[in-house]
Structure formats: structure tokens, C-alpha cells
């Protein structure tokens, strides 16, 4: 009896010090999401007076906030493109293939997640900036895919892993060609960590700072850079409302990467069910 009390007990305390926790990493959010709607112009928590002016004036006639909406966005998903092509190669090569130096090619291509960020900003400063791309889209994306491309690498490093290797077996055993299993095996059952890729590297470039800051140009302000010349050159209750949308933004692809993964978790499960099931009809001489 003792003992079980000491376990509710263990269980009430360690779920009390969890939601503690979880209280403290999610106040600055909630500060920020109820700070969006105050009517004061200096941002005052708790709001005196509710209002949705600072939602308004983001798309108000000269608002530079669409431009750099628009910009983060098409920057982001050019960013998701390069960074699923080098994901989806370099995760096939670490886990299909016998990669000499496997090991050195990992942590070659896990290196910008350890380098300061500022470090890597000021490489592509260097190497962009006698090219005369600096302030071009391109350039931007291409130095938002050296930060997004690593995660998309882990990511599918874990998702290529976790697909049985029995079924590309199987398939190569009937005649199917590496293209073929590819295509029909391999590919559809790591969609959902494709998916999980792809929304991890856009967030990835469309939250980016240091390189945005420093390939951008007066005409191409990225949203991240837009939110820090309003808070350090005026002071402009926008950003608020402009960090309220980029929260519930997250949240949502959050949600979106939990619900695809949730719909292709059984994709496996039935395939290996279809394959056992072949094998002992195959072995006990009942298959049609």
C-alpha cells in the first residue's frame, strides 16, 4: 500500500513539475498572442482596452509588411525545395548505400547546425558579395537551405530507417528495378517524414535572421529583418500582431506534420501484413 502511494505520489509530483515547466516555456508565447491585441501603443501587458488596429494596419495602404511577407515566403519555399532534394539524397546515400568515409560525410553535412550562425551568415557574405548577389532572392534561399538542409537530413535519416528493408526486398526478389522500389515502395512510405521535412525547412528559412540580414538589401527585406527594423529604428505595435500570426503559424504546421504522420503510421504495418501473409500462403501451398 505504501508503495503504491509512493508511486501517485511520484506520479502527481513529477506531472505537477512537467506542467510547471511547460507553463514557463509557453508564458513569453501567451504574453505575446494577448500583448497583439492591446490598443497601447507601447505594448502594455496586461491589455487595458482590446482592439484589432495592429492586425489592421499590417495590410494598410504603405505597410512595408505584405512585402516582406511575400518575400519570406517565396524565399522559404525555394529554401524547402533545394533542402528536400539534398535531404532526400544525402539520407538515401547515409542509409542505402555503403558510403566510404560515412561518418565524415555525416558530420560534414551536420556541420552548420554547430557553427554559430553568424559565422555562417558572414561565409555567404564572402561568397555572395563579389558574385553581386547580395539582396537576391536566390542568394538568400541558397544560404537559408545551409541551415534547412541538416534538419531535413535527420529527419529522413530517421524516416528512412524506420522503413522495414524487408519490403524493398521483396520487391527487388520479383524483378522490381532501385527506380521502380523507389517510386513504389521506398518513397510512399517515407512521405510523412518527407512532409515533416519539407514544413521543418520552410519554418527553418522562414524564421532565419542572420543570413537574411546580411544578404538583404533595401529592396529585399525578409519578414525576421522587417520585425527587427521595427522594433530598432520605431517603435511600431505591428510587430506584435506580426509575432501573433508567425506563432499561430507554427502551431498550425506543428499540427499539420502530427496529423500526416498519425494518417501513414499504418501505411507499414498493412504492407508487412500483405507480405507475411503472401509468404505463409506461399509456404503452405494455398496462395491463388
Known amino acids: 500500500m505504501m508503495e503504491l502511494r509512493r508511486t501517485i505520489a511520484g506520479r502527481i509530483a513529477l506531472t505537477a513539475f512537467a506542467t510547471v515547466i511547460l507553463l514557463f516555456l509557453a508564458l513569453p508565447i501567451v504574453v505575446i498572442l494577448v500583448t497583439s491585441f492591446s490598443e497601447n501603443a507601447f505594448a502594455a501587458f496586461p491589455p487595458q482596452t482590446w482592439t484589432l488596429n495592429w492586425y489592421k494596419a499590417l495590410f494598410a495602404d504603405g505597410s512595408k509588411w505584405p512585402a516582406a511577407l511575400t518575400l519570406s515566403a517565396f524565399v522559404a519555399c ?3 525545395l533545394f533542402s528536400l532534394i539534398i535531404g532526400v539524397t544525402a539520407a538515401t546515400a547515409l542509409t542505402r548505400s555503403e558510403l566510404p568515409l560515412r561518418s565524415a560525410v555525416y558530420a560534414l553535412v551536420l556541420g552548420p547546425l554547430v557553427i554559430p550562425q553568424i559565422v555562417t551568415a558572414l561565409g555567404l557574405f564572402l561568397l555572395f558579395e563579389p558574385a553581386a548577389m547580395l539582396g537576391s532572392p536566390i542568394a538568400i534561399a541558397l544560404g537559408h537551405t545551409v541551415l534547412a538542409s541538416p534538419i ?20 527487388a526478389s520479383m524483378g522490381a528495378g532501385r527506380m521502380t522500389i523507389a517510386r513504389r515502395i521506398t518513397f510512399p512510405l517515407a512521405a510523412p517524414g518527407m512532409i515533416a521535412a519539407a514544413v521543418f525547412s520552410f519554418i527553418t528559412s522562414f524564421d532565419e535572421f542572420y543570413i537574411s540580414q546580411f544578404l538583404s538589401s533595401v529592396d529585399t527585406v525578409t519578414l525576421p529583418v ?15 500582431a506580426v509575432s501573433a500570426i508567425l506563432i499561430a503559424f507554427a502551431i498550425l504546421a506543428l499540427g499539420l506534420v502530427a496529423l500526416v504522420r498519425w494518417l501513414g503510421s499504418g501505411r507499414q504495418d498493412s ?18
Open 78 to 80: 525555394l529554401s524547402t
Open 271 to 288: 504492407l508487412l501484413s500483405v507480405e507475411n501473409t503472401a509468404g505463409v500462403a506461399t509456404h503452405g501451398g494455398d496462395a491463388v
Open 152 to 171: 531535413a537530413v535527420l529527419i529522413l535519416i530517421a524516416t528512412l530507417r524506420g522503413i522495414d528493408e524487408r519490403l524493398e526486398d521483396a520487391a
Open 226 to 240: 522587417q520585425v527587427y527594423n521595427s522594433l530598432t529604428f520605431d517603435i511600431d505595435p505591428s510587430v506584435t
